[in-house]
T-cell receptor
Framework: KNQVEQSPQSLIILEGKNCTLQ??????????LRWYKQDTGRGPVSLTI?????NTKSNGRYTATLDADTKQSSLHITASQLSDSASYIC????????????FGAGTRLFVKA | EAQVTQNPRYLITVTGKKLTVTCSQN?????MSWYRQDPGLGLRQIYY???????DKGDVPEGYKVSRKEKRNFPLILESPSPNQTSLYFC???????????FGPGTRLTVT
């Protein structure tokens, strides 16, 4: 069964610190992997999109990595800000290109002053 | 930029009273989808549509219907809502060229 698992479930860090969120998936065949940021009660917003051939993708202070061989991805947040407090969701699509998507349960990040 | 609108944003209803949540887009994207989000479970796909008059079931379609009579609209219909359909619902569109998926603002539904 296609699955996407994220860890940790929640994380508390101090403002200015870095952190790394993990995503493991079993979706096959694989098309692309996306990381989203979701503020409470709002729709997810895309941070990065990576296809099979990409190893890393950056978006400002967010850097995602992908190892398609081990089926692992990470999202690294540099110099965290209070506004980074949100849920971060890993989403994997099969080779229909996005029609069938599997969402991870998310990592809830709390950034404290 | 792609924009997805949903209405209503909040709805409280009673068991068995039919309701429709509307979703519309301002682009010409073919692919639209409905998800529900429950605590600890992440988003789960209810139905998706690859084009006008083309719809298919997602992972949790039971108790829901959809229609796609025109490209810009993709309403979600609950013929006989039940309390287990209390959830946060999101409509989304997909840009097949970039794989970018844009979500609506969400509809919080409570069924008593």
């Amino acid at each position: 069964k296609n699955q996407v698992e994220q860890s940790p479930q929640s994380l508390i860090i101090l403002e200015g610190k870095n952190c790394t969120l993990q995503c493991n998936y079993t979706v096959s065949p694989f098309s692309n992997l996306r990381w989203y940021k979701q503020d409470t009660g709002r729709g997810p917003v895309s941070l990065t999109i990576m296809t099979f051939s990409e190893n890393t993708k950056s978006n400002g202070r967010y850097t995602a990595t992908l190892d398609a061989d081990t089926k692992q991805s990470s999202l690294h947040i540099t110099a965290s800000q209070l506004s980074d407090s949100a849920s971060y969701i890993c989403v994997v699509s099969d080779q229909t290109g996005g029609f069938k998507t599997i969402f991870g349960a998310g990592t809830r990040l709390f950034v404290k002053a | 930029e792609a924009q997805v609108t949903q209405n209503p944003r909040y709805l409280i209803t009673v068991t068995g009273k039919k309701l429709t949540v509307t979703c519309s887009q301002n682009m010409n994207h073919e692919y639209m989808s409905w998800y529900r989000q429950d605590p600890g479970l992440g988003l789960r796909q209810i139905y998706y549509s690859m084009n006008v008059e083309v719809t298919d079931k997602g992972d949790v379609p039971e108790g829901y219907k959809v229609s796609r009579k025109e490209k810009r609209n993709f309403p979600l219909i609950l013929e006989s809502p039940s309390p287990n359909q209390t959830s946060l619902y999101f409509c989304a569109i997909l840009d097949r060229g970039s794989y970018e998926q844009y979500f609506g603002p969400g509809t919080r539904l409570t069924v008593t």
